[in-house]
Structures are given as structure tokens and as C-alpha cells.
């Protein structure tokens, strides 16, 4: 017997992951009217739905033929981890194996959702534990939507997921025709229906996809993980910066299409010595002049992979104030999650190993189990 006929192929066609109009494509293809194809888009993404039988305003014999030729695959969830400060961090299957983390952030009152983009990433920053882990493979769109739907179900009453943002495993301008997709479902108002303003996107500075991006007229935010402000110090600490120096990468910030009353988002993370130094942030406020910005200084979260220190709190707010000194938007930004290995530049599946062994004894869990942790007021993680 050969393995072709040993090995069952999947031919159903893969609804989540369509957008709007390849879903009426979709319907039409099956003789059905093409709002038929919105409905679907709306029960799949806006209400979450991963059983035909529960559409109850299709007909029943599309319902069944949907059965029979269609599939809406969904991540499994392999469960979470809870920090002390309410951050939480969830590891994810995806159908092919592949695990990836997606963390929520409890902020002012509403939950941010950090999403990743990639399995592992390509870009190899000095001081990030998911480029430590090298590239695996690209997420697909329906993969990168489906975190949000996983994490809305694990919401507790009153709970709700205010922003998005794209900046978890991987480099999502790497991955930009799936990321771009998933990102006209998560603010189509048909779909997971999020403000744009609402929605960020994190680059390490990808000239030609921040281009693209700017020309797509998604207007998502766009936040920029700057790390250094002379070539000689990017190019070791953010290597893609030996394709796109600083020069390129400002030149296409500065002609970005950005909407009235928004600002890029500038991302320093602080390591002691090495980009803290007075004369850096000095750097800094000389490559910012006539972009409207703001910068947010992230004091690294220290690992032992990591050869990288974390400044004390005085170099921190000296750096600050150095930038405000010279008329720049400086926010400190304290780190969430970092007793989970939750915070920026942590997610990596390689820190997940023990939890991996101990839950493969139990086998994954369903989504459905987080509505009983809830109720339990436990927790699956740690
Ligand atoms: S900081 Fe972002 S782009 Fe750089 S290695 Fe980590 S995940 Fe990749």
C-alpha cells in the first residue's frame, strides 16, 4: 500500500482565513446568493462560530454541504499562565503542530491582546528570546485571527479585549501579505469589528512592507522597534538594519500617510551600556525632529540568554529626561509579565518545554475548559 493511500488528505476548503469577498466567491461557487458569503464571514469571525450546525439562519442543506466540503480549523489551546500583575499568557497549538505564544495585558481597565505573527522569527535582534529561537514558519492568516477568537473565550464576565497589538512572536511585515489580511478582518465591521485606532502594529523596520502598509489604507497605529539611533550600534543589536540603515528607515517614516492626531510609536528597550548612555539619548532626539512621534523606553527584561543588562531606574529616567529636554514625547513603560517570561522580547516556545511535558500528559485542552477555570477562579498555568 503506498503512503498516499495510507495518508488521509484534507481537501475540505479552509473557511477561517477567507476574507469577505473570497467567502461570496465562495458561496457563489456553491449556487448560493453572495450575502450568503457575508453571513458566514460574520458567523465565523464576528460571532466566533466554529460549527455550521449552530448558523441557524442558513438553510439547513448549506449547512450540510458546508459539513461536507468546508472546515473552519481553530488553534488549540495547550493553556495559560497568570502573573502576578494579571498578565496572561497563552500557548497555543497550531493544526500542523506548531505552538506559538499570544499574551493579554490587563490595561486601564481594558484588556490588550498581543498577538503573534510568526512561529519563531528570522530577524535575530541581540536582545529578544524569539529570535534566539530562529524562523520556523510564517503564520497563516486564519492563524493569526484565531488568537483573538481563542482569547475571547477566555474572558471573564465584563471582561473585553480593547486593543490589539501585532507585536508577539515574529516580524509581521516578514509575514506581510497574511498579517495585512488578518488585519482587514480584525477591523472589518462585519468581522471582529476593531477600531483601527485600536489596532498597532509593531515593526523592527522593514522599508518596502512599511511602505506597502502605508499605501494599503488599513490605518492601523504603527509602532517602530528602534533600539539605537546610529547605524554602527543598530546593525549589532537590530540586524536587518544593515538592509534598511537608519537613513532609509526614517526617510520612509517621515513620508508615511499617518491620520490626523496620530503618532508613530518609537520602541527603546534600555540595556545598561550599550544604549543608555547620555550621548544616546541625545542621538535619539537628533534622528526625531519633524516626525510626530513618541518614544516609549522599555528597561530590558533581563534572561539568561540574554548578554544584556538591564539599567538601574536612575539611568532610565536620565535618558528620559534628556529626550524631553529636547521637546520628545518619553514615556517609561514598566514590563508586564516578566515572572511568566511574558514581557517584550520573551515569547519563545523553548521556555515552554516543562509546561509542554506536564500538559502532554494530559493531552490539549479545549477552549471550553477556560469558562470552568473561570468559574474555579483558578488557573490552567503555573
Ligand atoms: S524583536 Fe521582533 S523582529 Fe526582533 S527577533 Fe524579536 S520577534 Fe523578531
Redesign the pocket.
Known sequence: MTALMVGKIDTKVKLKGLSLEEMERYAAALGEPSYRGRQLFQWIYGRGCRHFEEMTDLPAALRATLAEQASITSLTCFGRQVSRDGTRKYLFGCPDGRQIESVLIPDEGRLTACLSTQVG?A???AF?L??KMGFVRHLQVGEIVDQVLALREDLAPGERIGNLVLMG???PLHNYEATVKALAILVHPLGLAYPPRRVMLST?GLVPEIVRLGASGLDVNLAV?LHAATDELRDRL?PINRRYPLKELMAALRAYPLPPRRRITFEYVLMEGVNDRPEDARELARLLPGLRCKVNLLPLNEASAIPFQRPARQRVEAFQQILKSAGVLATIRESRGWDISAAC?MLTIEDQKQDQKRLDSTGPLPYDVFRGVEQSGSSLGS
Do not use: D, I, K, P
Open positions: 522569527c530577524l535575530a535582534c529578544c524569539t529570535g512572536m515574529g516580524e523592527v522597534s537590530v522580547g
